[in-house]
């Protein structure tokens, strides 16, 4: 039997968007409403078991309906462009879902999923129509069954006639006589004005159409007569316009609408680009598509054991074109080390640990740690880490692929091994997951199982070396990699191995008063509540904010009330218990995840935290700090800050210096730009957000005030940021039309930025990609696309990449020339950490004054600007005191 499913794209997206939280994914794609979308429609699928399914769109602003009604849905705001965006990546997913989508100009998908009902009704085929509009429900039939999505998306109501009768007690068409009546006025239909769902429900009760009330004007009374003879016609349009228009020429197209299933291969690929981790796991995809038959190129594998010729070993090793080092698992301080692969000639020698561990196993230690001989391979920054922490060295970083194929194209989310070797024609390599299965699952096969896909990957690596470095020549970015990635690596590696001492007590201290206030907040909170309750629990706050002390609903979810920090935010004029309970959310959060949290992290063996830097994550050249996360440490709360006290030297009597860049990002954009009134901001030492206050308000550095300030601020970072009027109004709780006024005005005091943003996604249009000063590149091919979304949000990236990236290559080159003047100058002083714009280092007394005068001075220099680059540099006994 078919059963056909009809998705209302646009509706679907647009509640997905407002439901979800901000997400994007690391090439900056806000990426929330297709998530949203899509864990909804994988549940439906699951639910329904669809034979055809379709997603129905709208085809444009302007449709029939306009013809005798202008202002039809005239009342809706522009669509933000963090959602607009995301349109045509939902539709570029919907074809790895193997998903029929459509749109036809001139209907909206409300029409088209009309007429595909009446067809269902014709054909007696039983069929689901999932939207968030309830105008749909007119639709409802004894085969057609509605689905509307509550304020989320992940749960719906069904509803057919029999419960919209009991819902409503009106029959399905009956909806199109509701919507006359009462209006909508999220599509601006008028309706009868102050004519609510309640009246309207009474009066259909008794006359059943808006044609029977008119009719029965005579039986109304007092005011309600009045309104309703004085819109009479109001009411016999709006109905009109609700009604959905089930003639739309689809011809035959519901053969297309069939659906067997996705392709696992097609939907992986798509999810990692979006970096849908969790999808690809839920589903358990494919860590990336394999060709049949992946085998290793046609190497002689020689398992390295007791008796191998020591001496011809050693030869190889000399001559070695590629090593692959196996370390499974995310975390390179706890990975579990597997063995090594070394192309020579025609040959390919695998060592497993065991045999590296072992006397046999000498020559390839010896060759491992050797810096002069070069070692070119995969992801050699992480094979660093797991040698260290197996006791072993490793030296002599000649190419990592990795690395290059980051540079070459830092949007792409999938670059392992086998993926890249498909991209460039070679020879197949299984994926880790085809040889080891994932999570549960993992299991180490037998050795000669192993030494096959390692020779694989050693010969894949061997193969891409030349490939890319050619590629890299070609694109100017040589000099980058040799200069400033590949030795940032080794520096990166040295900081990890090294760590961080973190003192045990004073974080324990510090999580025992967070429950101290925690409890007081609590008597706080359930004295104000009347009543005492489980404050984590969404459901219970629901109830306790909104029905028993009657706060105004601002969002419901799936399972109630929502109760979010946006929601809470909006609350908080309204009653004293919500400030304290964002309070409460806040320090449960940094005793959980952060007191808690990095207690765990602490080694026993060093006493002290190792955090793993990223350098192939961010398409914007940052870095990504990991296991721990150092990067995210909430420093707006007191609280928060205070974690930085148990970050302490490693020596006694050394202490702690930080050194952080101020307003790089805007000192770049300065020098970018050339606009005048931002260098002279900067050349004159000036208070940008004061400055830029003044311009954009016209009025004098005494006339600025806090607020102006505050707002001034918000815009300056913004602009880096390619933030949207939509956007902007989020941060400062303003209108999107004050927002974007602000902008404009942004815009006009500093014309020269307005001419950069212009000229940069010109030049961009013409190039295909933007570059910082430094020539990383980021590639944009959606910067030409017909699509609006897509191309306005290459624009935006075009505009804030070469600020980002710059502001990300000065501190990187910060970093290498930092760690070569601290061993030219053999000084005891270590770089620990970078987080943002800050170094941190630990310094001997003896050292202080001269690291307070040098690391400034490599920081300023790193790269020469139009106006002066500004270090802060303080110190003290723990990481809280450089603040």
């Known amino acids: ?26 090439a900056g794609l806000h990426t929330n409403a297709v998530f949203g979308f899509t864990t909804m429609l ?75 009902t009446r067809m269902a009704d014709e054909q007696g085929v039983e069929t689901i129509v999932v939207s968030g509009d309830k105008d749909m429900l007119q639709l409802a039939s004894d085969q057609v069954t509605i689905a509307l999505t509550r304020k989320g998306v992940s749960e719906v109501d069904r509803y057919n006639p029999a419960e919209i009768q009991e819902r409503y007690g009106l029959k399905p068409l009956q909806i199109i006589d509701l919507k006359g ?117 046609s190497y002689e594998i020689i398992m390295v054991d007791a008796d191998t010729d020591r001496s011809q070993l050693k030869v190889a090793l000399a001559q070695a074109e590629s090593v692959y080092i196996e370390a499974y698992g995310e975390n390179p301080h706890h990975s579990q080390l597997l063995g090594l692969a070394v192309t020579s000639g025609e040959h390919v020698y695998v060592v497993n640990y065991d045999v590296l561990t072992s006397e046999a196993g000498k020559p390839v230690r010896e060759w491992l740690a050797d810096d002069k001989a070069p070692k070119r391979g995969y992801d050699l920054h992480k094979a660093e880490l797991a040698l260290s922490w197996h006791g072993l060295a490793f030296c002599g970083t000649a190419f990592d692929v990795l690395l290059a194929a980051y540079l070459l194209d830092p949007t792409e989310a999938n670059q392992t091994l086998n993926s890249l070797a498909a991209r460039y024609g070679i020879p197949a390599v299984s994926s880790d997951e085809a040889v080891y299965g994932r999570g549960a699952k993992f299991k180490v096969p037998d050795a000669e199982a192993v030494a096959r896909h390692l020779a694989a990957k050693a010969g894949a690596v061997r193969q891409l070396v030349p490939l890319q470095e050619s590629d890299l020549a070609n694109s100017g970015m040589d000099k980058l990699y040799y200069e400033l990635e590949q030795p940032l690596s080794f520096v990166l590696a040295g900081m990890e191995k090294l ?34 309750f489980n404050i984590n629990s969404p459901k219970q706050l629901g109830e306790v904010l909104f029905e028993r002390l009657s706060l105004p609903v601002i969002k419901k979810t799936k399972t109630g009330y929502s109760t979010d920090a946006e929601v809470l935010e909006k609350l908080e004029p309204y009653h004293e218990i919500v400030r304290l309970i964002l309070h409460y959310r806040q320090l449960s959060k940094l005793q959980s995840t952060y007191v808690e949290g990095l207690l765990k992290e602490i080694r026993r063996d060093t006493g002290k935290v190792h955090t793993y830097y990223r350098q192939t994550i961010a398409a914007t050249g940052r870095l990504s700090s990991q296991f721990p996360n150092l990067q995210n440490i909430p420093i707006r709360l007191e609280e928060g800050r205070r974690i930085r006290k148990a970050f302490v030297p490693s020596e006694p009597d050394w202490l702690i210096l930080g050194a952080d860049y101020s307003q790089i990002e805007l000192r770049v954009l300065a020098h970018i730009s050339g606009d005048e009134n931002l260098k002279e901001a900067f050349i004159h030492d000036m208070d940008i957000h004061t400055k830029t206050a003044m311009d954009v308000f016209g009025v004098s550095a005494d006339e600025v005030d806090s607020n102006m300030r505050r707002q001034a601020k918000a815009v300056n970072f913004g602009i880096v940021y390619g933030i949207s009027d939509f956007g902007l109004s989020n941060n400062l709780n303003i209108t999107r039309k004050d927002a974007s006024r602000f902008i404009e005005q942004y815009f006009e005091a500093f014309k020269g930025v307005r001419a950069y943003m212009d000229n940069i996604v010109m030049q961009a249009r013409q ?111 723990n990481w809280y005191e450089t603040k």
């Open 767 to 877: 190039d295909g990609y933007v570059t910082t000063l430094l020539e990383r590149r980021r590639y944009l091919p959606e910067i030409k696309a017909s699509n609006f979304n897509l191309r306005s949000f290459a624009e935006r990236t075009a505009m804030n990449t070469p600020i980002q990236g710059t502001a990300a290559d000065i501190i990187k080159l910060a970093m290498v020339r930092m760690d070569e003047e601290l061993r030219k100058r053999n000084l005891r002083s270590r770089m620990l950490l970078q987080v943002h714009d800050e170094l941190v280092f630990e310094v001997p007394p003896d050292e202080l004054d001269k690291m307070k005068t040098l690391v400034p001075q490599i920081m300023e220099g790193a790269l020469t600007l139009d106006v002066p680059l500004k270090v802060d540099v303080n110190y003290g006994v």
């Open 181 to 297: 009546l009462m209006g909508d006025a999220s599509d601006n239909i008028p309706g009868i004005p102050g004519v609510g769902e309640k009246t309207a429900l009474k009066l259909l009760h008794e006359y059943e159409t808006v044609e029977g009330v008119l009719a029965h004007t005579e039986d109304l009374k007092g005011k309600m007569k009045e309104k309703v003879e004085a819109h009479k016609e109001d009411a016999i349009m709006s109905k009109k316009l609700a009604t959905i228009y089930r003639e739309v020429p689809l011809e035959n197209q519901t053969d297309e609408l069939s659906y067997s299933g996705y392709d696992k291969s097609s939907l992986a690929q798509s999810f990692r680009k979006l970096e849908f981790k969790s999808l690809i796991e839920r589903l358990d995809l494919p860590e990336a598509a394999e060709a049949e038959g992946a085998a290793a190129a």
């Open 499 to 532: 760590g961080i001492s973190v003192n045990a007590e004073t974080l324990e201290e510090l999580g025992r008063e967070l429950e101290h206030k925690l409890v007081g907040y609590m008597t706080d909170i359930y004295r104000l509540a009347g009543m005492e």
């Open 42 to 116: 994988l549940k439906l699928l699951e639910e329904e078991k669809p034979t055809h399914v379709l997603v129905a769109f709208d085809a444009g602003k302007v449709t029939f309906r306009h013809e005798g009604y202008t202002e039809y849905k005239g009342g809706r705001q522009k669509t933000p462009p963090e959602l607009s965006e995301q349109f045509p990546v939902l539709k570029e997913l919907l074809q790895s879902f193997s998903i029929a989508q459509f749109e036809l100009a001139g209907y909206e998908a409300d029409d088209i999923i009309g007429t595909l």
């Open 1 to 26: 039997m078919d059963k056909w499913m009809l998705i209302d794209g646009n509706s679907i997206i647009y509640r997905a968007f407002f439901a979800m939280p901000p997400l994007t994914n690391s």
